[in-house]
């Protein structure tokens, strides 16, 4: 959408949080607060994107680098933010979108529903709104009696009449440019909290005759700004539900959803049962047929082909396992690449860091491990090698193929694998 921008407001640094972290970098299901948006306005089509940023920003700029900012000097409020942002869209003449970094699941589909409004009733402002059976600390949406809305009143500003309307505001807005900037121009500073409130330009668009519409979400996540580590809490659960609901729709059987947290960005095959108190962290992916946990911990750039068993106690990192491998009690294997039908015994360790370098482990096709077995990487244990129990396999002494060894270190037993 070439005659759209988006503003989007990530300058505070969010005091409640308790934390010297920016609050834009909090992570929900191991990725920043502020990346939601971001990829929720690229799925929407919208190219042109500036940050606000104030506190901290050049810990956020490096987190998200190539994106346009500009820098709220003194934080006087979201309505001064946006102003921050003027002269960067001086020569812009599209419609302006205005977002909070930290609502983390705003939809892409809503942002369209919203420009899509806004462009159809030719609007100086749409908005959008939701209805909260609690709606404590929200902003609330006043209108007249003839459902058009009036303005917005914060809740510290509102009287008890007003605190008792349910339909609030999200904080994601489409404008004019040229209302809003001019709005912006007019607005008077807070008395109570000394800022400038971006949500007073709806009741002064509206005094000015100016339309202003309203989209209703449906959904209550998407209302959800994260102001504390418990909101924070609340969004890795919704965001973790999510998840697992997508996997589900597709074929993966998760067989405890309430213990289980598989990341977003995961990518897992039909017919996979995921078992309880199992974690799935980061770019992982899982081919069809798996049967992972419990409680298993797949760590990101992990590969994991088809018809694998992953069983309790088991942590992968940076590894590639091959399919109808069997990993199925208490072990770590960091930066190692497995063969097809692989038998990894009970506490088997690859020791993959020698205090500089992470070293790889390669265990080559049918190969067998025994229980309680470690890897001083680098090692390459050969196709079908045999490594009895409890034996070190020192850095460099690779085991040939089809041979077995044993012992602290391992050396080569005069006898080969029984075929």
């Not at 088991?314 to 770590?332: A, Q």
């Given at each position: ?7 989007i407001?990530?300058a ?9 972290t920016?609050k834009?970098?909090?992570e929900v299901?191991?990725?920043p607060l ?5 990829e929720?306005?690229d799925?929407a089509?919208?190219?042109k994107k500036?940050?606000?940023l104030g ?5 956020v700029?490096?987190?998200f680098?190539?994106?346009e900012?500009v820098?709220?000097?003194k934080?006087f409020g979201s309505g ?13 003449k599209?419609d ?6 930290d609502t983390?699941?705003?939809?892409a ?5 919203l420009i899509e409004?806004?462009k159809?009733?030719?609007?100086s ?8 059976p ?7 949406i006043?209108r ?6 009036i303005?917005?009143i914060e809740?510290t500003d509102?009287?008890?009449?007003e605190k008792?309307?349910?339909?609030i505001?999200?904080?994601?807005y489409?404008f004019?440019?040229e209302h809003?900037f ?7 500073m ?10 007073d330009i709806v ?8 339309k ?5 979400s449906k959904d209550?996540?998407e ?5 504390s580590?418990l909101d ?5 659960d919704?965001a973790r ?5 997508l996997?589900?729709?597709k074929?993966?059987?998760v067989?405890?959803?309430g213990?289980t947290?598989v990341?977003?960005d995961a ?6 049962v ?8 980061g770019?992982v992916?899982?081919?069809k047929n ?5 409680f298993?911990?797949?760590?990101k750039n992990t590969l994991i082909?088809?018809?694998?068993e992953i069983g309790?106690?088991?942590?992968l990192v940076r590894?590639?396992v091959s399919s109808?491998?069997?990993?199925k009690h208490?072990t770590y ?10 038998n ?6 690859t020791?993959?860091?020698?205090g500089?370098?992470k070293?790889?482990?390669i265990i080559?096709?049918?190969s067998f491990?025994g229980?309680g077995?470690i890897f ?13 129990a409890?034996s070190?396999v020192?850095?460099?002494?690779d ?5 077995t ?7 080569i037993?005069?006898?080969?694998r029984?075929r």
């Amino acid at each position: 959408m070439k005659n759209i921008a988006a503003v989007i407001l990530a300058a505070g640094r969010g005091t409640r949080m308790k934390s010297n972290t920016p609050k834009v970098l909090h992570e929900v299901q191991s990725r920043p607060l502020l990346s939601f948006i971001l990829e929720a306005l690229d799925a929407a089509g919208v190219g042109k994107k500036i940050l606000v940023l104030g506190y901290k920003d050049k810990n956020v700029k490096s987190a998200f680098p190539g994106v346009e900012t500009v820098i709220q000097d003194k934080l006087f409020g979201s309505g001064d933010a946006v102003k921050c942002a003027k002269n960067l869209l001086s020569s812009f003449k599209g419609d302006i979108l205005v977002l909070y970094g930290d609502t983390p699941f705003v939809r892409a589909s809503t942002i369209k529903k919203l420009i899509e409004k806004h462009k159809s009733e030719k609007a100086s402002c749409t908005l959008l709104s939701s209805v909260m059976p609690e709606p404590a600390g929200y902003g609330r949406i006043l209108r007249d009696a003839d459902e058009n809305i009036i303005k917005i009143i914060e809740d510290t500003d509102a009287s008890i009449y007003e605190k008792i309307i349910n339909e609030i505001n999200v904080g994601c807005y489409c404008f004019n440019r040229e209302h809003l900037f001019s709005s912006l121009d007019r607005l008077k500073m807070n008395a109570k909290k000394k800022e400038y409130y971006l949500t007073d330009i709806v009741g002064a668009l509206r005094k000015s005759g100016r339309k202003v519409v309203s989209v209703l979400s449906k959904d209550p996540a998407e209302a959800l700004g994260i102001n504390s580590k418990l909101d924070l809490a609340r969004a890795n659960d919704i965001a973790r539900k999510r998840a697992l609901e997508l996997l589900m729709l597709k074929g993966v059987t998760v067989v405890d959803p309430g213990s289980t947290f598989v990341d977003k960005d995961a990518k897992i095959g039909r017919d996979t049962v995921i078992h309880p108190h199992t974690i799935i962290e980061g770019s992982v992916t899982i081919g069809k047929n798996c049967r992972i946990g419990p409680f298993a911990r797949i760590r990101k750039n992990t590969l994991i082909d088809n018809n694998v068993e992953i069983g309790n106690f088991v942590e992968l990192v940076r590894t590639k396992v091959s399919s109808g491998t069997k990993i199925k009690h208490m072990t770590y294997l960091g930066d190692a690449e497995l063969g097809k039908n692989v038998n990894v015994g009970a506490g088997t360790i690859t020791a993959n860091y020698d205090g500089k370098n992470k070293n790889k482990t390669i265990i080559e096709d049918g190969s067998f491990i025994g229980v309680g077995s470690i890897f001083v990487a680098p090692v390459r244990v050969g196709r079908g090698a045999v490594v009895g129990a409890g034996s070190v396999v020192t850095k460099g002494k690779d085991v040939p193929a089809g041979k077995t060894v044993a012992g602290i270190p391992a050396k080569i037993l005069n006898r080969g694998r029984k075929r």
